[in-house]
């Protein structure tokens, strides 16, 4: 403790920046600002730009009239001086919109939960039941992942149509989560990975069977990745659109990505405000979802990657 | 003498019946551990995955069980110059836009990891392109490269730039050349925040060494960073070049294959001839001509970019 004092009280500039122990700043105080600006600012928010225009366009042409949407020699097409909100109103109130954000609320949320439930389960089993050939089934359930939707939707098509399931919001809650569960097991089993095991060996040694250990032990503390693979595997519902375009037909069930792409393309030179206003409103709720866990969403992405 | 009367008291242990030692049994907790996920994943997965190989050697059509008739599926799609032009199609949207993927995302991750004020709004805005859905910013995009309304178009011709509209979708390489932007797009930001979360793992103390050794910046990118990158961009780029190769939902949404098969990938040509003409065998074919090729990106991506033995402390051989 007096070395840790004297040491400051030698160093002042130590007193200042210790006991943070910040790294954060880093060797940048090497380079002048000028510098910086040439190769780090101008760079990357030429990037952002680029990465972020689409969505100010989309945003600003869902609320443009129509009359400013085509003319563009009158008005600066990158403003508008009389926001509107006819598109969105149209959208809501004319067209099945609320009824195909329900469809994929519904898909989304149900094949996420089945997945997720399956997904506890396996992973569980192969981190910790360890039963003979659990390192095996482990590394097929990472090949599955592997194997890419647009492969599989013509024989998944036959198979949904001989379980008569075609059409129906159950060949989609039960067929997304052959992408799901790949994806939420493999991230369950480096959560689990880092629970320490000795608390379950005492759980164990009080008479706990396993299924309380995985209740009351093991979900309390993996619910950071229960969090994460959630949100990830929900994003991921809300995006599929191969199996959504094939295995359902009437107008009433499609979802919103389907629905957007081939209902509202109609020949009409005016769709371009609707369709945007589709667009905006069918990103909301996962932007609005991601922003409150960006976090969670981050470690969900890297995780999988990190193996 | 207290001992024995101890002894004699306490109860024989029961021998456990054959359910209490079930109930304790790995392999058989196990099983049914497993048992949720194993019926998803073998009946909307594995079986369709062989269903799709039977399908491709028969000559099913929609509603209509098909018989067995050889390769002649393969031998008509050999012939067929659409499906060969769909071949180079996929090839050259994959490689090029994989390329650009990763040295735009390597280099954004780079910036990302610099110290910046606002740095972890920055990170999180960065990710909105791989959040949204794609088929929604494609919208975005086709309204954008609309052959008469362009922003693009309007921008560089009051630029004076150009004179007339480019017309973006509808010409053969402009339309490749399109497609490919969207999917970088749409890339970069996985690739950026992935390769970012790698970046930070690199011990700070390396490049402050380096530095005192007078390293210039690209020796200490080439000699520090990308050695130790190296797993994660592996992963990374394995993933990136299945799921471009695969791609589907752009295209779709932005040309469906065309103009004149110009921008048919395999994807979408297999969902035309076996959805939209019915002819499901056919579709199968080509679904399974794209197994060889994924199997060939991945080993490629994966091996090519294999972890070294010392970059997990062992000495190289």
């Known amino acids: ?307 | 003498m207290a001992d024995l009367a101890i002894h004699a008291d306490r109860a024989v242990p029961r021998e456990p019946t054959a359910w209490a030692r079930l109930k304790v049994n790995r392999n058989w907790l196990g099983f049914w551990f497993m048992m949720p996920a194993a019926a998803f994943l073998i009946l909307f997965l594995a079986y369709p995955l062989f269903l799709g190989v039977w399908l491709s050697v028969t000559d099913a059509r929609i509603g209509q069980p098909g018989v067995f008739v050889g390769a002649e599926n393969y031998e008509w799609l050999w012939d067929d110059t659409v499906f060969w032009l769909s071949v180079f199609n996929t090839l050259l949207y994959t490689g090029v836009a994989s390329v650009i993927k990763f040295a735009v995302g390597l280099y954004l991750a780079l910036l990302l990891n610099e110290n910046l004020p606002f740095k972890a709004i920055l990170r999180a805005v960065v990710l909105i392109p791989f959040i949204v859905p794609t088929v929604l910013s494609a919208i975005a995009f086709w309204w954008i490269f609309d052959a008469q309304f362009s922003i693009v178009s309007w921008s560089l011709r009051h630029l004076g730039l150009i004179s007339s509209n480019i017309d973006f979708l509808g010409d053969t390489w402009n339309a490749r050349w399109s497609v490919i932007f969207v999917n970088i797009w749409r890339g970069v930001p996985f690739v950026a925040i992935t390769l970012l979360a790698g970046l930070q793992t690199v011990p700070p103390s390396l490049y402050e060494a380096a530095t005192i050794d007078g390293a210039s910046r690209w020796q200490m990118f080439w000699h520090i960073t990308y050695p130790l990158l190296t797993p994660i961009i592996a992963v990374v780029m394995t993933f990136s070049v299945l799921f471009t190769f695969t791609d589907f939902q752009l295209i779709w949404v932005l040309t469906r294959g065309g103009p004149v098969n110009a921008t048919q990938l395999m994807a979408t040509l297999s969902y035309q001839r076996a959805i939209l003409s019915g002819h499901l065998g056919e579709g199968a074919a080509i679904s399974t001509a794209m197994v060889p090729f994924l199997l060939g990106a991945i080993l490629i991506s994966w091996f090519g970019l294999q972890r070294r033995k010392w970059q997990q402390g062992e000495s190289n051989d």
């Not at chain 1, 609320?98 to 981190?127: E, G, K, R």
């Not at chain 1, 992408?179 to 008479?207: H, N, R, V």
């Not at chain 1, 994460?228 to 599929?240: D, G, K, P, R, V």
Request: proline share 7%; net charge neutral; aromatic share 14%.
């Open chain 1, 1 to 307: 403790m007096t070395e840790v004092l004297s040491a400051k009280a030698a160093d002042p500039r130590a007193v200042l920046t210790a006991p943070a122990a910040d790294h954060t700043e880093g060797m940048s105080y090497l380079e002048t600002l000028p510098r910086r600006l040439v190769t780090l600012y101008l760079p990357l928010s030429l990037i952002l730009l680029v990465l972020l225009f689409p969505f100010y366009w989309m945003a600003l042409t869902a609320i443009k009239p129509d009359d400013q949407l085509l003319d563009m020699n009158r008005v600066s097409p990158f403003w508008t001086t009389a926001p509107t909100l006819k598109h969105i109103y149209k959208l809501l109130f004319e067209t099945y919109y609320p009824l195909w954000l329900w469809n994929t609320m519904l898909v989304a949320v149900s094949a996420t939960v089945l997945s997720i439930i399956a997904s506890v389960f396996a992973a569980y089993a192969i981190v910790r039941l360890r039963y003979r050939g659990a390192q095996w089934v482990g590394g097929a359930i990472f090949l599955a992942y592997l194997v890419p939707p647009s492969i599989l939707f013509i024989p998944l098509s036959s198979v949904v149509f001989q379980y008569g399931l075609f059409d129906t919001p159950f060949a989609l809650i039960l067929t997304y989560p052959t992408i799901l569960i790949p994806f939420s097991t493999w991230l369950l089993i480096g959560y689990f990975k880092t629970i320490p095991f000795e608390l379950e060996e005492c759980a164990l040694i009080d008479g706990a069977s396993r299924w309380q250990i995985l209740l009351k032990i093991v979900l309390p503390l993996a619910v950071p990745g229960l969090i994460s693979a959630f949100i990830f595997c929900f994003t991921l519902c809300w995006n599929e659109f191969i199996y959504a375009l094939t295995f359902l037909s009437s107008t009433q069930n499609k979802t919103v990505p389907v629905a957007i792409v081939n209902e509202f393309v109609d020949g009409d030179i005016y769709r371009w405000g609707s369709l945007m206003a589709g667009a905006l409103v069918g990103s909301l709720p996962l932007v609005i979802l991601y922003a409150f866990f960006v976090e969670h969403y981050v470690s969900a992405m890297t995780g999988a990657v990190k193996e």
